[in-house]
């Protein structure tokens, strides 16, 4: 799969050249130490790539179970400030370590979010941040009680393009929201039958995996979820031969109501994850299911957002106004009611992330509290509660399915 997002990033970058930006940053005096647990195959992607034009911050470690696997990634990518670790425990024992990312499977990302904590690191983990809402309130305690920042990697949401959509859809100028749909699937044999999103020891499963599905249409269905319940109606999953608990693909229809929106109504959701679309008579992988798409249906018009994960390579989102049956189209690579005047049109959804988190840490290190930091106007963030609140779905959705809630 990762193979996959490297191509389209070496092509990405080679059309907006890139490789001028990279070699032109100079970094700062004092660049973020970060150091990475796992040489994980989505590493060059979503935090090689995005350090590489990011001034204020550097790679200074990559740890993994064999130190000769560390280093040959640290070799491979050039990365020249980084040593390698033959531990996680390791780097994080390491004093120069300011900051982790941790692209570990699902099922430990709870447990070395929390060992690094411990150890006085900032946290940016991959999604899901853990494997329950439980654990994602341990989180929460111990991150308040450390003071360090921890961020969900839901990468998409620090993109221009999510924020415009959403702020078409909380102007009010098209009425409530009724409907959000989000699909997400991958054609079968796009992962090894025993990639770490088919074990459910390291909770794996569609549902867990492809969670920007259930972060979208959350996202977009109600102005915060601080307030907000869901219900869910129907899960419906499709179950994997070799591992008799993990879902292949979920089908999940729920409800979300939040006092301060809809008139107190519920909000439908819907959202369908696939690991693994079986291919057309056996034989063609169904590369047309990989299509990956939000859609919100408004009193007065249906906003549709494809390819929300990833609109850094290309998106367009249409609104269809059924008043006067108009459809505009939007688009939108920088800036932003978010970012204000920010980015640049090559920045991925991995860069923007990176700048939200580096920001966030920089101001938590010159004095910043947490809370006051969560304040800071302006500034994108993915906060524990709203990774709180999504995980919830999931266990709700796990225990509708009647695969109970994952450990
Ligand atoms: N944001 C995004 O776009 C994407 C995010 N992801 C997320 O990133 C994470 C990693 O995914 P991906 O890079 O595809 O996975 P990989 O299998 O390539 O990497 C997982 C890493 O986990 C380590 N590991 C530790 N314990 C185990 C174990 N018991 N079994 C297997 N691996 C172990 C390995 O590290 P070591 O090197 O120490 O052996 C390995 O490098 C997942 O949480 C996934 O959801 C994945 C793809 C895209
Ligand atoms: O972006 C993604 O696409 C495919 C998934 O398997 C992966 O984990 C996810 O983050």
């Not at 790679?59 to 020249?80: E, N």
Request: with cysteine.
């Amino acid at each position: 799969m990762s193979w996959v997002l490297d191509l389209v990033l070496g092509v990405h970058n080679w059309r907006h050249g890139v490789s001028s930006v990279v070699a032109s940053t100079k970094k700062t005096t004092s660049p973020l130490r970060l150091g990475i647990l796992g040489a994980a195959a989505i590493s060059p992607c979503a935090i090689f790539d995005p350090v590489s034009t990011h001034p204020d911050v550097v790679i200074s470690g990559i740890a993994a179970r064999s130190k000769i696997k560390a280093d040959a990634q640290i070799k491979r990518y050039k990365l020249q400030h980084a040593r390698a670790y033959g531990s996680y425990e390791d780097l994080l024992a390491d004093p120069e370590i300011e900051a982790v990312y941790i692209p570990l499977p699902n099922g430990l990302h709870a447990e070395w979010t929390l060992k690094a904590l411990r150890a006085g690191k900032h946290v940016l983990v991959e999604k899901p941040l853990a494997s329950n809402a439980e654990q994602v309130r341990e989180i929460k305690r111990v991150s308040e009680a450390t003071g360090k920042v921890v961020l969900e990697a839901f990468h998409w949401r620090f993109h221009p393009a999510a924020h415009l959509v959403k702020s078409l859809v909380d102007s009010g100028a098209y009425g409530a929201v009724q409907e959000v749909r989000a699909r997400m699937a991958v054609p079968a044999g796009t992962m090894a039958k025993d990639d770490i999103r088919f074990q459910y020891a390291l909770a794996g499963g569609s549902c867990m995996d492809l969670l920007y599905a259930y972060s979208a249409t959350s996202y977009f269905a109600v102005p915060s979820l601080r307030d907000a319940k869901v219900e869910v109606l129907s899960a419906v999953p499709r179950m994997n031969a070799r591992d008799g608990k993990i879902d292949d693909a979920m089908t999940a229809d729920y409800t979300i109501t939040s006092p301060s929106a809809n008139n107190g109504k519920p909000v439908r959701c819907h959202a369908e994850t696939d690991l693994a679309v079986p291919w057309l008579w056996g034989i063609i992988p169904p590369l047309w299911e990989g299509t990956i798409t939000v859609t919100v249906e408004l009193e007065k018009a249906t906003i549709v957002f494809p390819n929300f994960p990833g609109p850094w390579l290309s998106h367009s989102i249409t609104v269809a106004d059924r008043d006067t049956e108009k459809v505009t189209k939007y688009s939108a690579y920088t800036d932003g009611p978010q970012w204000v005047r920010r980015g640049a049109r090559w920045w991925t959804t991995y860069r923007y992330q990176l700048e939200a988190f580096v920001d966030r840490v920089r101001a938590v290190q010159n004095g910043k509290s947490l809370p006051e930091a969560e304040e800071m106007e302006g500034w994108p963030w993915v906060g524990l509660e709203e990774s709180e609140a999504v995980m919830a779905i999931a266990d709700q959705v796990y225990e509708k399915a009647g695969l109970g809630v994952r450990k």
